[in-house]
T-cell receptor, first 113, second 117 residues
Framework: EDQVTQSPEALRLQEGESSSLNCSYTVSGLRGLFWYRQDPGKGPEFLFT???AGEEKEKERLKATLTKKESFLHITAPKPEDSATYLCAVQGSFTGGGNKLTFGTGTQLKVEL | GAVVSQHPSWVICKSGTSVKIECRSL??????MFWYRQFPKQSLMLMATSNEGSKATYEQGVEKDKFLINHASLTLSTLTVTSAHPEDSSFYICSARVGSTSYNEQFFGPGTRLTVL
């Protein structure tokens, strides 16, 4: 069974204080690792897909990296508007015909002035 | 692009009634849509996978007679919670897969907050 563990559960940062969120996973045949942002009371917003170890993707202040066991979401010089819950999900080859996403419980990020 | 909408955004109903939630892909055709539920402070749990023109595939532990899913067109899937009870109160979110292979990303709707009194 695919498993995703995210840490920390919650993170408080000062504006401009860079940090990283961790997503550790076990999956049979990784098809993709996904990062989403979720604001309270809303659906997840797609950020990145990573397919293979060594891959990196960037978007504004966010950078996602992938190894064979974990993924990191690096936040550089965060702003208060980056406050949200960040979700990691994996898609394995042998679960749900390859369609199913298994989500972690998320990291709740709060960026303060 | 890749916009998914849900209606209604929130609903309050009495115990024993049925509630229908719609999920639409606005600017693309979605052969596959997914239904999730999310309890407070918890992550998303997949309930079922909905394929256009065929029966939905339910996850283990999800009652298919209670959560009826219909995917009648390439842009619309509906979830009907039948004979709703307070324990069915939750945040229901749909997603749609862009593209025709399982490698493609899922884009999520804004969610529907269901409260059963």
């Amino acid at each position: 069974e695919d498993q995703v563990t995210q840490s920390p559960e919650a993170l408080r940062l000062q504006e401009g204080e860079s940090s990283s969120l961790n997503c550790s996973y076990t999956v049979s045949g990784l098809r993709g690792l996904f990062w989403y942002r979720q604001d309270p009371g809303k659906g997840p917003e797609f950020l990145f897909t990573l397919y293979s170890a060594g891959e990196e993707k960037e978007k504004e202040r966010l950078k996602a990296t992938l190894t064979k066991k974990e993924s990191f979401l690096h936040i550089t010089a965060p702003k208060p508007e980056d406050s949200a819950t960040y979700l990691c999900a994996v898609q394995g080859s042998f679960t749900g015909g390859g369609n199913k996403l298994t989500f972690g419980t998320g990291t709740q990020l709060k960026v303060e002035l | 692009g890749a916009v998914v909408s849900q209606h209604p955004s929130w609903v309050i109903c009495k115990s024993g009634t049925s509630v229908k939630i719609e999920c639409r892909s606005l600017d693309f055709q979605a052969t596959t849509m997914f239904w999730y539920r999310q309890f407070p402070k918890q992550s998303l749990m997949l309930m079922a996978t909905s394929n256009e023109g065929s029966k939905a595939t339910y996850e283990q532990g999800v009652e298919k007679d209670k959560f009826l899913i219909n995917h009648a067109s390439l842009t619309l899937s509906t979830l009907t919670v039948t004979s709703a009870h307070p324990e069915d109160s939750s945040f229901y979110i749909c997603s749609a897969r862009v593209g025709s292979t399982s490698y493609n990303e899922q884009f999520f709707g804004p969610g529907t907050r269901l409260t059963v009194l």
